[in-house]
Structure formats: structure tokens, C-alpha cells
């Protein structure tokens, strides 16, 4: 295994445990188990399994349900949307609409969330929302149709919104004010600037922080966390991806958390117990466990 390909050592652990608000334990190596032990051991003491399709979405409730420290959210990823739609992920072949099976298609598959989401296991709806990165045109329309149904689940069932916002804040924002948020939304991996962190705080949405907050390249997202509210802050591993710097390019897990936080606590100017204890009571209140 070269040097590249080796996860990271484990961090020094936390005096006071927080949980990972979002990753995806089913695209690590190794067991749940091997995932779960080493993130106790440094003070990660929770996680929320998130889910992108049907079939990941059903193994978050499964593996929530097996695991104390696990809690799961359920969703069509804003990809998955066009993908089911028009059997394309670019969102442009009206040819593979027919093949796909359309609308109905996408209602069978959000019947299917709808019945995820009523578990007890399950603390939220997600990962939802927008993302242009890949998306033509017509897998927009999927997108925001799928969104706005994802609205309507987690508000019905009292669930927390998870939120999956890729070069698309202005609509999802807009389409947020329009359905009406959930009372407690939270934006995974946050990657707006300061100014739509002020907006977020101004309507109570959640910002959780990736391993992204350590990038060289990231100035916006430290501005971001400056001035977002402390009791509005989360941590995210969204691993496999995002791992933290120095190991940037090398598997992550929830067991490097740690790092994040202690970047975090820096940007905000306190110490990583504070910072730690502020993360631990905003995820039990943005998860209602």
C-alpha cells in the first residue's frame, strides 16, 4: 500500500466528544465496526449515516438500527434525481427518459423515502437539494422537483432537512423560502461565502464543516465559519472524501474529526474544548437525539 493510499494516523482525541453530523460509512474500507472503534477512540462518539440512493438509503436505517452510535439520513442524492428521470446523470437525453420510466420512476422511488423516513433510526431527510456541477437543464427540473418533495417528507415526519449544495446557493435558498424549511435544516459540507453564511444564520440553518476548512485554497469557508453562530456550527467528515490537511488525497474516515474541529476552534479564535462542546449540543439539537 504506498504512502498515498494508507489512511491517516489517529489524531490525538478530544477531551469532550463530538459526533460526525455526515459521512458514508458504506464507501469506507473496512467493517462498521473497525469505522465506529476508532472513531471512540478519539472522541467521536456519533455518527449520522447518509444515504444517496434507495439502496444506501435503506442500509443507513439498516445499520442505524444495529449500531447505538449510528443515526441515519435517508435520501435521493440531487444526482440521483436526473439519473432516475431521464436515465441520464447529465440530466439532457429525453431518449433516456422513456427508458428510465419518467416521473413515475421518481414517485416510486420517493414513496420509498417517505417510508424510510418515518423510522426511528432515521433523524433526518438527506442528502437533498441542488447540484449544477454536472447537471444539464433538464436534470435541473428532476432536481428541484425531487428537492421540494424531500422538503415535504422531512416536514411531515418531523425530521431534520440535510442539505446538498453544489454552485446552486441562490435556488436552493429560494426554494427553501418558498417551500418553507423545516425547523431544523442543516447545510452538509457548507460551501457558501461569508455573506450567505449571514443569511443562513439569519433563518437558523445549521452549518456543518468539512475537511475542506483546512485547505489552503478555502479562505472562503473560514470567513464563513467566522462569522457563522456558534450554536449553528457542525462537523462533517463526508468521508471517503474531503480529508483534512496534511493527509488531503488520503482515505478519510469519522476518525479524523478531530483535526477538523481543532481548525475550526482556530478560525473562531477559542479552544478546541470549546469548540468541541458547542459542536456536541448542536448536533443532538439539529438531529433531536
Known sequence: MSSKDAPPPLPEPLGVPVADSHTHLDMQSGTVEEALAKAAAVGVETVVQVGCDIKGSRWAAETAAAYD???AAV?????E???IVLGDPAGWSRQGAREAGGDTALDDALAEIDRLAALPEVKA???TGLDYFRTGPEGMVAQERSFRAHIEIAKRHGKALVIHDRDAHDDVLRILAEEGAPERTVFH???GDADMAR???EAGYF???AGNVTFKNAQPLRDALAVAPLDLVLVETDAPFLTPAPYRGRPNAPYLVPITVRAMAAVRGIDEE????AIAVNTARAFDY
Open 199 to 201: 443569511i443562513c444564520a
Open 274 to 277: 470549546a469548540m468541541s462542546t
Open 75 to 79: 435520501a435521493l442524492h440531487p444526482n
Open 125 to 127: 431527510v438527506g442528502e
Open 81 to 83: 434525481a436526473p439519473r
Open 69 to 71: 452510535p449510528v443515526w
Open 207 to 209: 452549518m456543518s464543516f
Open 189 to 191: 459540507c457548507y460551501s
